[in-house]
């Protein structure tokens, strides 16, 4: 708080001090009182006044001040209620109080609604659950009954399966509880695990998935890692250019400090001005727009769940030629343990 | 024939693996009522249970721990729950595999099949018209000479042999290799296969592999 704000908020009561002073000596003028007895109690008059103002002033500044100075300092504002010491004067009180009660009420509301979100987090997560159960009995009469159709049935049936865990790791990612878990995993088996559930839909465009130097461990969550590839390779399979075979492949590289796991489709790459968005929600880009119709969600969640995990996602790609993304694992002895 | 036994709750599953598990030429009968569930399965002394991690009532991994208090047998766990912890657990209580909702039929029956033959030890057929084959050298050898084989040359020619003389499908083939971690498309197969045959031929078995139209492949 500034003293010339002080003063200035003060001024009608400046401008009265003054006219009372005025009046008095204008009385005791007519009065005839003594000189000296005039000046003397012009004098205590405004002495007190600059007392009882210096008083206020440190009072006000000190708590406005440190009021202010925590305020900055804090990285939730919202918190400025527990931070503050209740002032000796009344006005300094009454804040107080109403900060109290507002952040009281806050509290309140801000508990409410994560409640229910995370109902309806338990209630998605029951809710893939569920949807499962018919589409494990469907890819199984398809299965039974071999024909035609039921190809085609099959690719229906994996998309839909896609788009469900798509849900399930958006909700998963936006939420801020810890849910997975991190240790060893073989990149080969989590690797062979995603191709045999792509393998249908793999073999149905005729992509050959390579894979080299897979002989590798690295720390994550094993269910996330799977999402995060199935998510690549629907895109790959999404954006096959139609000018030769396509490929895929993945390959990993070993570091003192940390493992990078390649993936590298030969589809028809992203423009260049498209790179620096394609990990932000919603974005479609030009690719999006033609041909395939594109949510821009899956490489969305993709970079948030890298993020959680504490791994670094980055992409590179040259348009018509080829898309590659990098996935960087560090090395961190803490997450270990037998 | 091996007799599978599955404890799963969904109807529509339920009767979708009896049939496929039928079709793949295996014995299968299933929980109906899940009172009791760990006596009635010991007692229909199944070769191998596929069990549902989520049953009604009772949980699957307590079946588990009951069935394996009183008798040896193979278990492959159906897990729904999409985390790491379920699978971690299931072996964790002595599963001896397990596999993730929804899953690709044609896996489900692979794992089944090497689960089995890892618990009966059968030795798969080493030898095919005084040709021997070492797996791990990739090599069939004959008094004459020894051919090399691919690691996809010699999949597909195991999968062949171990079914000497039956209609092994495309698809058969294709899932093996996808199990080894050969992540091929059906050209590649088809190439595969081709130099296979020539390969065998070169060893004097002229016309080992016999194709049938659409069906796939035989093992003469």
Same mark, same amino acid.
């Given at each position: 708080?500034?003293?010339?704000?002080?003063?200035?908020?003060?001024?009608?009561?400046?401008?009265?001090?003054?006219?009372?002073l005025g009046?008095i000596l204008l009385f005791m003028n007519?009065f005839h009182a003594d000189a000296q007895l005039i000046i003397i109690s012009a004098a205590i008059f405004i002495i007190m006044?600059?007392?009882?103002?210096?008083?206020?002033?440190?009072?006000?500044?000190?708590?406005?001040?440190?009021?202010?100075?925590?305020?900055?300092?804090?990285?939730?504002?919202?918190?400025?209620?527990?931070?503050?010491?209740?002032?000796?004067?009344?006005?300094?009180?009454?804040?107080?109080?109403?900060?109290?009660?507002?952040?009281?009420?806050?509290?309140?509301?801000?508990?409410?609604?994560?409640?229910?979100?995370?109902?309806?987090?338990?209630?998605?997560?029951?809710?893939?659950?569920?949807?499962?159960?018919?589409?494990?009995?469907?890819?199984?009469?398809?299965?039974?009954?071999?024909?035609?159709?039921?190809?085609?049935?099959?690719?229906?049936?994996?998309?839909?399966?896609?788009?469900?865990?798509?849900?399930?790791?958006?909700?998963?990612?936006?939420?801020?509880?810890?849910?997975?878990?991190?240790?060893?995993?073989?990149?080969?088996?989590?690797?062979?695990?995603?191709?045999?559930?792509?393998?249908?839909?793999?073999?149905?465009?005729?992509?050959?998935?390579?894979?080299?130097?897979?002989?590798?461990?690295?720390?994550?969550?094993?269910?996330?890692?799977?999402?995060?590839?199935?998510?690549?390779?629907?895109?790959?399979?999404?954006?096959?250019?139609?000018?030769?075979?396509?490929?895929?492949?993945?390959?990993?590289?070993?570091?003192?400090?940390?493992?990078?796991?390649?993936?590298?489709?030969?589809?028809?790459?992203?423009?260049?001005?498209?790179?620096?968005?394609?990990?932000?929600?919603?974005?479609?880009?030009?690719?999006?727009?033609?041909?395939?119709?594109?949510?821009?969600?899956?490489?969305?969640?993709?970079?948030?769940?890298?993020?959680?995990?504490?791994?670094?996602?980055?992409?590179?790609?040259?348009?018509?030629?080829?898309?590659?993304?990098?996935?960087?694992?560090?090395?961190?002895?803490?997450?270990?343990?037998? | 024939?091996?007799?599978?036994?599955?404890?799963?709750?969904?109807?529509?599953?339920?009767?979708?693996?009896?049939?496929?598990?039928?079709?793949?030429?295996?014995?299968? #009968? +299933? =929980?109906?009522?899940?009172?009791?569930?760990?006596?009635? %399965?010991?007692?229909?002394?199944?070769?191998? $249970? !596929? *069990?549902?991690?989520?049953?009604?009532?009772?949980?699957?991994?307590?079946?588990?721990?009951?069935?394996?208090?009183?008798?040896?047998?193979?278990?492959?766990?159906?897990?729904?729950?999409?985390?790491?912890?379920? #699978? +971690? =657990?299931?072996?964790?209580?002595?599963?001896?595999?397990? %596999?993730?909702?929804?899953?690709?039929?044609? $896996? !489900? *029956?692979?794992?089944?099949?090497?689960?089995?033959?890892?618990?009966?030890?059968?030795?798969?057929?080493?030898?095919?018209?005084?040709?021997?084959?070492?797996?791990?050298?990739?090599?069939?050898?004959?008094?004459?000479?020894?051919?090399?084989?691919?690691?996809?040359?010699?999949?597909?020619?195991?999968?062949?042999?171990?079914?000497?003389?039956?209609?092994?499908?495309?698809?058969?083939?294709?899932?093996?290799?996808?199990?080894?971690?050969?992540?091929?498309?059906?050209?590649?197969?088809?190439?595969?296969?081709?130099?296979?045959?020539?390969?065998?031929?070169?060893?004097?078995?002229?016309?080992?592999?016999?194709?049938?139209?659409?069906?796939?492949?035989?093992?003469?």
């Open positions: 708080m500034k003293i010339t704000e002080f003063f200035k908020d003060r001024i009608f009561l400046y401008i009265s001090y003054a006219a009372a009046i007519a006044i600059i007392v009882t103002e210096a008083w206020e002033i440190i009072r006000k500044k000190t708590f406005y001040d440190d009021l202010k100075n925590k305020l900055d300092g804090l990285d939730r504002k919202y918190l400025i209620s527990e931070m503050t010491e209740i002032p000796d004067f009344a006005e300094g009180k009454f804040i107080c109080e109403i900060f109290r009660e507002t952040n009281k009420s806050m509290c309140e509301n801000i508990a409410a609604y994560r409640r229910n979100s995370a109902e309806f987090r338990e209630f998605i997560e029951m809710w893939v659950h569920e949807i499962k159960l018919p589409v494990s009995s469907l890819l199984l009469m398809c299965h039974n009954n071999r024909s035609e159709i039921n190809e085609k049935f099959l690719e229906q049936l994996i998309r839909i399966d896609g788009y469900t865990d798509t849900v399930l790791y958006y909700s998963r990612s936006e939420n801020a509880e810890k849910d997975y878990l991190i240790k060893e995993i073989s990149l080969q088996r989590t690797v062979s695990n995603i191709a045999v559930k792509n393998r249908e839909i793999l073999l149905l465009h005729n992509i050959s998935l390579q894979t080299e130097g897979l002989e590798k461990n690295v720390l994550t969550d094993g269910k996330w890692l799977e999402f995060i590839l199935g998510q690549l390779i629907s895109n790959s399979i999404k954006f096959i250019s139609p000018l030769r075979e396509p490929e895929i492949l993945i390959s990993a590289e070993e570091f003192s400090d940390k493992t990078i796991l390649k993936y590298r489709d030969n589809g028809i790459g992203i423009p260049e001005s498209d790179i620096p968005y394609i990990f932000e929600k919603s974005f479609t880009g030009e690719n999006g727009r033609n041909g395939t119709r594109s949510t821009g969600m899956g490489l969305y969640i993709v970079k948030n769940l890298c993020s959680r995990l504490g791994h670094k996602i980055s992409v590179n790609s040259q348009k018509g030629r080829f898309t590659e993304f990098e996935i960087i694992f560090e090395k961190n002895d803490f997450y270990k343990f037998d | 024939m091996n007799k599978i036994y599955i404890a799963e709750d969904d109807r529509s599953i339920r009767e979708e693996l009896l049939q496929l598990l039928k079709n793949a030429g295996y014995a299968a #009968e +299933a =929980l109906t009522d899940f009172q009791d569930p760990a006596e009635k %399965i010991i007692s229909a002394a199944p070769d191998l $249970i !596929l *069990l549902d991690i989520n049953l009604p009532e009772i949980n699957g991994e307590l079946i588990l721990k009951e069935i394996r208090r009183k008798i040896d047998v193979p278990v492959i766990m159906v897990t729904s729950r999409n985390s790491a912890t379920d #699978e +971690a =657990l299931s072996l964790s209580y002595g599963a001896d595999d397990y %596999i993730t909702k929804p899953y690709d039929p044609t $896996i !489900l *029956l692979l794992r089944i099949s090497a689960v089995l033959k890892r618990s009966s030890n059968k030795a798969s057929n080493r030898t095919y018209n005084g040709l021997r084959i070492n797996p791990a050298k990739g090599a069939l050898i004959s008094e004459k000479s020894e051919i090399i084989l691919t690691k996809n040359e010699m999949i597909i020619f195991q999968l062949l042999l171990d079914r000497q003389g039956e209609i092994v499908t495309r698809d058969e083939l294709m899932t093996a290799l996808w199990d080894n971690n050969e992540f091929i498309n059906d050209n590649a197969l088809t190439v595969n296969i081709s130099r296979l045959r020539v390969k065998l031929s070169d060893a004097g078995q002229e016309n080992a592999i016999e194709t049938r139209k659409k069906q796939g492949y035989i093992l003469k």
